[in-house]
């Protein structure tokens, strides 16, 4: 793969500090948001891959996640809170508009950031929406965990503490990843679950019909958290958007190049697509 380069950044969103990572150089901004209590460094592949091919990629901790604040007031954290941080990074950036895009959490922060500016995006790689058909499944996974951080704090840190005694550099890499979102503090995960276990999960079917940007939307069969029925019918619902079925939940995890190269002419297409338009227009 081609070598491209990598900085570390940080931006101040309503007086808290917020990290991200940017890989490569140009206009073609992309933007791609981690899972719930995910780190940013899940999509360090995807960036990698994406900017070697000419965009310039940024990956983001939101608040409450990875190296981001992590401030223990639920009021903090909302769907809604979490697409103001993302169009605020542009913002800190100076990037017009950008792909925005994400697994899971943030699959669904990106289309917040779709509905609350809608000229700033250029277009959508959502992995993994989680939506109607998901709400049985997400409060079996996530009540569990809110639970815990509340009643018995002291196992989520001593989690924390297994966690941080394995050394990041000697296990694989989804393993780091794994071990990185067991580095919880109990008051900082109770509040980002409780905000987002009692907000809206997503915005409504009517605000997604009216988003008009391209996408493309990739679901997984056997997941109830983030089923294919969630992903298929995203795609419905979204102007002139393309659906593609993952072979499984790990396919973009363990053999990711046949959908890192769907993600990379997707991207592609957003930008040359644009391009062609104003030509024609300014002709």
């Not at 941080?164 to 580095?183: E, H, K, Q, S």
Request: hydrophobic share 45%; net charge negative.
């Amino acid at each position: 793969m081609t070598l491209v380069s990598e900085r570390i950044g940080q931006y101040f969103h309503d007086g808290h500090r917020i990290e991200y990572t940017e890989y490569g150089a140009g206009s073609r901004w992309v933007v791609l948001v981690h899972g719930q209590l995910m780190p940013r460094r899940m999509h360090q592949p995807l960036a990698r891959k994406l900017a070697a091919s000419g965009a310039h990629v940024v990956t983001v901790d939101l608040l409450g996640h990875g190296r981001s604040d992590r401030p223990a007031d639920p009021l903090l954290y909302s769907m809604t809170a979490f697409g103001e941080q993302v169009i605020g990074l542009l913002d800190h950036l100076g990037a017009e508009r950008a792909v925005l895009g994400g697994t899971s959490l943030g699959a669904n922060v990106s289309l917040e950031g779709a509905v609350l500016a809608p000229d700033r995006v250029q277009g959508l790689l959502i992995e993994m929406p989680v939506l109607d058909n998901a709400v049985e499944a997400g409060i079996l996974a996530f009540a569990p965990l809110l639970f815990v951080s509340r009643f018995l704090p002291f196992a989520v840190t001593g989690v924390r503490m297994l966690s941080r005694a394995v050394p990041r550099g000697v296990v694989p890499f989804w393993v780091g990843i794994g071990l990185d979102t067991l580095d919880q503090r109990p008051a900082a995960m109770a509040a980002t679950v409780h905000g987002l276990f009692f907000g809206r999960v997503a915005p409504s079917s009517k605000q997604r019909r009216a988003i008009d940007a391209p996408a493309l939307v990739v679901g997984h069969t056997r997941d109830p958290i983030h089923p294919a029925a969630d992903a298929e019918m995203l795609a419905d619902e979204l102007v002139g958007a393309r659906f593609v079925a993952a072979r499984s939940i790990l396919e973009w995890r363990v053999a990711p190049d046949r959908l890192d190269d769907i993600a990379v002419g997707f991207v592609a297409q957003c930008y040359d697509d644009d391009a062609s338009a104003g030509r024609l227009l300014g002709g």
